[in-house]
């Protein structure tokens, strides 16, 4: 049931903005929009989160579109290091708790 | 440093034999969480904990069973029952707080041989 749409795959240029779509035409008003990225057999790195204002931190921003039906993760300059999947995700409530509900993810590939 | 650590990082299990998997965090985080990731898919939720002594089912319970005795620990035992248990596990936790995110452990890799 997860409540996300992304790409599979993308590839950037070293040092070059990686920008990575995701589409979550079914939030509810109170869901909040995360992102996190695993590098292969590591446990999801926290990136950032937002409910509808844009955020941005020391790894990326994160733009969400006025409706709310769609949000861009953006690394401002992607390096090597960067290249990972990562996962929009929408925090659902679920039997009075919140849960995290996974997609597929997009791996992102950084070229040199 | 505060963290999320899940032990053993690589489990060998016999068809027939339960295996219990640690998490404990330092956090001081009321919520605590396990996943199960497959190869090449997204985290399941299997078990959830919102306080000591309470804990719920997600969206792949069977064969799985928990406890919450203690704020900082929240063991996984994957039984006899789950038919397919050789899968990535990893264990989260979070506060109340809507301004952080959920921590994640390293994970634990479960093969049955």
């Known amino acids: 049931d997860a409540k996300t749409t992304q790409p599979p795959s993308m590839d950037c240029a070293e040092g070059r903005a990686a920008n990575l779509p995701c589409n979550h035409s079914t939030i509810s008003g109170n869901e909040y929009v995360y992102w996190y990225r695993q590098i292969h057999s590591q446990g999801p790195q926290y990136i950032i989160h937002g409910l509808k204002n844009n955020e941005t931190n020391e790894m990326a921003s994160l733009i969400i579109t006025e409706d709310r039906k769609s949000s861009t993760l953006i690394l401002p300059h992607a390096t090597l290091r960067d290249t990972a999947v990562y996962y929009c995700i929408v925090r659902v409530d679920f039997q009075g708790a919140q849960k995290l509900v996974f997609g597929q993810g997009t791996r992102l590939t950084i070229n040199p | 440093d505060g963290g999320i650590t899940q032990s053993p990082k690589y489990l060998f299990r016999k068809e027939g034999q339960n295996v219990t998997l640690s998490c404990e965090q330092n956090l001081n985080h009321d919520a605590m969480y396990w996943y199960r990731q497959d190869p090449g898919q997204g985290l399941r939720l299997i078990y959830y904990s919102q306080i000591v002594n309470d804990f719920q089912k997600g969206d792949i319970a069977e064969g799985y069973s928990v406890s919450r005795e203690k704020k900082e620990s929240f063991p996984l035992t994957v039984t006899s029952a789950q038919k397919n248990p050789t899968a990535f596990y990893l264990c989260?936790?979070?506060?109340?707080?809507?301004?952080?995110?959920?921590?994640f452990g390293s994970g634990t890799r479960l093969t049955v041989v």
């Open positions: 989260a936790s979070k506060n109340w707080s809507p301004n952080y995110g959920y921590t």
